[in-house]
């Protein structure tokens, strides 16, 4: 496959605002991901698209532009199971970053210790369609079943209309589930409808861990993250609001840095922080879903 980037292709904002919103101290950016560089690691050949690079380097720099103090870097599908870039950016990070990797059902315990050591505490099941090849169920379970003894997590990537024939699936694993952007629901829709509190219900049965992340990625009317928009993604607000207010103390959250696979627009980075005051609305559930959540989930010994 070419090396050139996908065509319309939309880099990262060269420029992030220094957000409005000063984040509680500790705050984790529990959401993002480094690409390559691919000279140094190349992307995998099965991938479905070529981003252009962006290094631990760039995204250090902006987790400190922004006032946070850690991260969760999730493996890309680009880099395919092929986690050297991540594990790279752990072992730079001082122990400020943990990964969420992607694995083979064969992968030996010896690899699964050496990316513990890392830092990497989860692993990936992507099931949006548009980015993987249809995923095979007994190997996800082969791979959960694998992961348990480490104390490890699955992150679930999978759009909402997906949810029902997926459910029982997901609700067998033998770990922890952290669902990525709310399942992503159609946020044109009635927030209090049967799809989405059909999600919710889905969450209070498993137990599982929600990121309220990636508005700009869900969003049908806007306005967008650019230009000082200080009320970004209002169509997503009542959504992301539903899910801290009910599970406060099983969300997440994360910039999703640096937005990978974006067509419509590019946001401003410091935007997406300050957009954290209108889903956590008072100091509590703001220093919960930065700090205590991430903390107990990643950093467990030290929340």
């Not at 962006?54 to 880099?79: M, P, Y």
């Not at 997906?162 to 044109?188: Q, T």
């Not at 508005?215 to 993604?233: F, I, K, N, S, V």
Request: hydrophobic share 40%; charged share 25%; with cysteine.
């Amino acid at each position: 496959m070419s090396t050139e980037v996908t065509p319309g292709w939309l880099p990262f904002h060269p420029n992030p605002s220094a957000p409005t919103f000063t984040p509680p101290a500790g705050a984790v950016d529990a959401h993002c991901h480094v690409f390559g560089p691919a000279a140094e690691f190349p992307f995998a050949p099965e991938r479905k698209y070529t981003p252009v690079d962006a290094g631990k380097e760039r995204l250090f720099a902006l987790r400190d532009h922004l006032g946070l103090s850690r991260n969760v870097i999730v493996q890309a599908t680009c880099h395919g199971s092929d986690n050297r870039a991540l594990v790279d950016a752990l072992e730079s990070s001082g122990g400020r970053a943990r990964g969420v990797a992607t694995v083979d059902p064969d992968v030996s315990e010896q690899e699964l210790e050496r990316l513990h050591a890392a830092g990497v505490r989860g692993v990936r099941f992507n099931f949006v369609k548009r980015l993987v090849d249809a995923a095979p169920t007994e190997a996800l379970r082969t791979i959960a079943a694998k992961i348990a003894p480490l104390g490890w997590h699955v992150v679930l990537y999978f759009e909402a209309p997906d949810l029902p024939e997926l459910r029982d699936f997901f609700a067998s694993l033998p770990v922890p589930l952290v669902i990525d952007h709310m399942g992503r629901p159609d946020v044109s829709r009635d927030p209090e409808g049967p799809e989405f509190t059909g999600f919710l219900d889905f969450v209070a049965d498993t137990g599982a861990w929600v990121k309220v992340s990636c508005p700009e990625r869900l969003t049908r009317t806007g306005p967008r993250a650019l230009d000082g928009q200080q009320h970004a993604y209002t169509d997503v607000v009542p959504f992301a609001r539903r899910v801290v207010e009910t599970f406060p103390d099983r969300v997440l959250w994360g910039t999703d840095w640096p937005h990978p696979n974006l067509t419509d627009h590019m946001p401003d980075d410091g935007l997406l922080l300050d957009h954290v005051r209108h889903i956590a609305v008072t100091a509590e559930r703001q220093r919960a879903l930065l700090v205590d959540n991430p903390m107990r989930l990643y950093w467990p010994d030290e929340a």
